[in-house]
């Protein structure tokens, strides 16, 4: 039975039926004609003394190359096709994944953005690679089942004689797939940091500059770099070996079959034809074997490639929809944590959280890095959800609202605010056509004077992570992006932290104009910013410590007074 991985693998390469339709008759045309030349070769040397019969057997040779040829082109041609529509399905299917996955995986994930980038491109690639060679599994063994008739039809005993060998090379092979298997998983694997060594440099080019980090990257890429080559040697060699050693059993044979014929035609029992076409079949022989065993041992990384692949595609840390997912409520009036509790594995970054939130309102969580300020707030658009507990929006449990129609109620504003390489306008709209104007949203952010002044306005592109704009000009659109979409709640995740006091002072503005008639999360650094807040609570560890009015905070001479009177200072 096959390994689990090659089965789902060969399942996604079946459902390209039309094109392997084609490549299985192709391939048989190609394997029933190739059969043919070892025959015909012994026929026009046995008739060279008879020119009538030379012609008419010299027009079904062209016949036969004729249709080897169109036959391989449409076999090799179709298969790549197939093959290139199978990779391209799983990476569609690999994007959607990462899409779905909840971010409790996407930050536990050991070789992050550049490890699953790996598993996009270079494992995909491996697949690929195994899986034009498929057409070869297929047609190889039809080739040598041919002529392998042809040898019997020539010479039934000295054919049995041959055939002893074959055990041999069987063992031989699969002693040399098992190595190339355990090779490929470590060389894949190496990829997978190297990949991810090179994302990670292309990322943090500015603080490696700025911290002379250069060779440091550059000797960390030669220590994975080497190794990758190691392992890759060690497979090279295993592939390597075994065109050779097929090679030198094929002379050994072509050897001993020119001294059994040539005995046999002194004897008068055979004729050159028969020993020409014997051998003519017997070199032929090699090419299906040689590109069986390539495609045999290529089989093995594909395998190791496959697994890693679907091991992604099996990974279980999604945010399920609900069996029967309702809409969003359109009644509601209260925002409710009950009893909530998350955390990785047996440490709990958030305890028993209770809040009730009136329509309306805003709230801002407040304490040191790490207390769970965000946590709370992505527990609310369900990027994961809870380990115990459950939010409601009214009277509905936010994992029965349907995924799609729960965030698309809930309008987000980070401290780095995620701008695509795309235009301003396209960028403050994020998918979404509606009514409202990209003007009036922009105008209401305090982004549209600035906006104006770009090379093609709103058409300008803003480059990758929007990093031709400064960091007010990305929070303004950010915000834009949010008065555009146009949600009933807010998340506010730091949104003004990186920010100097001129561009503070902006985006401030837009956020207030944002925050308007919206029930708002306001995860703060700056506590300056949240003064107005209906509620602030003071997180330490997971657990709320104070809780109330700005005011009031102050009055109780706690946490929150220390944490504003440090900042002040």
């Known amino acids: 039975m096959l390994p689990k991985e090659l089965r789902l693998t060969l399942k996604e390469l079946f459902l390209q039926k039309k094109y392997l339709i084609i490549v299985a008759l192709t391939g048989i045309t190609g394997a029933a004609c190739k059969g043919q030349i070892a025959i015909f070769i012994q026929r026009m040397i046995d008739a060279s003394s008879s020119p009538e019969k030379l012609k008419s057997l010299a027009w079904i040779g062209l016949a036969l190359s004729f249709g080897i040829a169109v036959s391989r082109y449409f076999h090799i041609y179709l298969m790549n096709m197939a093959s290139e529509k199978v990779v391209q399905s799983l990476r569609e299917k690999l994007q959607a994944k990462f899409m779905r996955l909840n971010l409790k995986f996407h930050n536990n994930y050991a070789a992050g953005s550049g490890g699953l980038l790996s598993r996009t491109f270079n494992d995909i690639r491996v697949i690929q690679d195994g899986l034009r060679l498929f057409a070869d599994l297929f047609s190889a063994p039809l080739i040598f089942i041919f002529l392998i008739a042809n040898l019997f039809f020539l010479d039934s005993q000295l054919t049995v004689y041959i055939f002893l060998i074959v055990p041999i090379l069987i063992l031989f092979l699969r002693k040399i797939?098992?190595?190339?298997?355990?090779?490929?998983?470590?060389?894949?694997?190496?990829?997978?940091?190297?990949?991810?060594?090179?994302?990670?440099?292309?990322?943090?080019?500015?603080?490696?500059?700025?911290?002379?980090?250069?060779?440091?990257?550059?000797?960390?890429?030669?220590?994975?770099?080497?190794?990758?080559?190691?392992?890759?040697?060690?497979?090279?060699?295993?592939?390597?070996?075994m065109g050779p050693i097929t090679e030198l059993i094929a002379t050994f044979l072509v050897l001993a079959v020119i001294f059994y014929f040539s005995q046999r035609i002194s004897m008068g029992v055979a004729t050159a034809g028969t020993l020409i076409g014997f051998i003519t079949a017997l070199l032929q022989i090699n090419e299906p074997i040689k590109k069986f065993q390539e495609a045999y041992v290529r089989i093995q990384e594909t395998r190791v490639a496959a697994e890693r692949v679907f091991h992604i595609l099996d990974e279980d840390s999604e945010v399920h929809e609900a069996t029967y997912p309702q809409p969003f409520p359109q009644f509601w009036d209260t925002i409710e944590y009950r009893n909530v509790s998350f955390g990785y594995g047996d440490n709990l970054l958030i305890k028993d959280f209770n809040l009730s939130v009136k329509k309306g309102q805003v709230v801002a969580f407040v304490g040191e890095s790490g207390s769970g300020k965000s946590t709370l707030a992505n527990l609310l658009a369900r990027f994961y959800d809870p380990s115990n507990g459950s939010i409601?929006?009214?009277?509905?449990?936010?994992?029965?609202?349907?995924?799609?129609?729960?965030?698309?109620?809930?309008?987000?504003?980070?401290?780095?605010?995620?701008?695509?390489?795309?235009?301003?306008?396209?960028?403050?709209?994020?998918?979404?056509?509606?009514?409202?104007?990209?003007?009036?949203?922009?105008?209401?952010?305090?982004?549209?004077?600035?906006?104006?002044?770009?090379?093609?306005?709103?058409?300008?592109?803003?480059?990758?992570?929007?990093?031709?704009?400064?960091?007010?000009?990305?929070?303004?659109?950010?915000?834009?992006?949010?008065?555009?979409?146009?949600?009933?709640?807010?998340?506010?995740?730091?949104?003004?932290?990186?920010?100097?006091?001129?561009?503070?002072?902006?985006?401030?503005?837009?956020?207030?104009?944002?925050?308007?008639?919206?029930?708002?999360?306001?995860?703060?650094?700056?506590?300056s910013t949240i003064q107005n807040a209906d509620t602030i609570l003071v997180l330490n560890k997971g657990v709320v410590v104070e809780s109330g009015k700005h005011a009031d905070l102050l009055n109780q001479n706690g946490k929150y007074k220390s944490l504003f009177e440090a900042q002040l200072r």
Do not use: C, W
């Open 177 to 241: 797939s098992k190595g190339i298997r355990k090779a490929s998983l470590f060389g894949i694997e190496h990829l997978e940091k190297i990949t991810s060594t090179i994302k990670e440099s292309l990322d943090g080019v500015r603080t490696i500059q700025s911290f002379n980090l250069e060779k440091k990257m550059e000797n960390r890429l030669h220590v994975l770099g080497s190794e990758f080559v190691r392992m890759r040697r060690s497979v090279h060699s295993r592939v390597e070996l």
């Open 392 to 527: 409601f929006i009214g009277s509905q449990d936010v994992k029965e609202i349907q995924l799609a129609d729960l965030r698309k109620n809930i309008g987000y504003v980070s401290q780095d605010v995620f701008l695509f390489a795309d235009s301003i306008e396209n960028n403050i709209k994020a998918g979404i056509e509606k009514e409202t104007s990209v003007l009036d949203a922009s105008q209401a952010a305090f982004a549209h004077d600035f906006i104006l002044k770009q090379p093609y306005q709103y058409e300008t592109r803003v480059g990758e992570r929007g990093n031709l704009l400064s960091g007010g000009e990305k929070q303004r659109v950010g915000i834009a992006r949010a008065l555009y979409k146009d949600a009933p709640i807010l998340i506010l995740d730091e949104a003004t932290s990186a920010l100097d006091s001129v561009s503070e002072v902006q985006v401030q503005k837009g956020l207030e104009r944002l925050m308007a008639g919206r029930t708002t999360f306001v995860i703060a650094h700056r506590l």
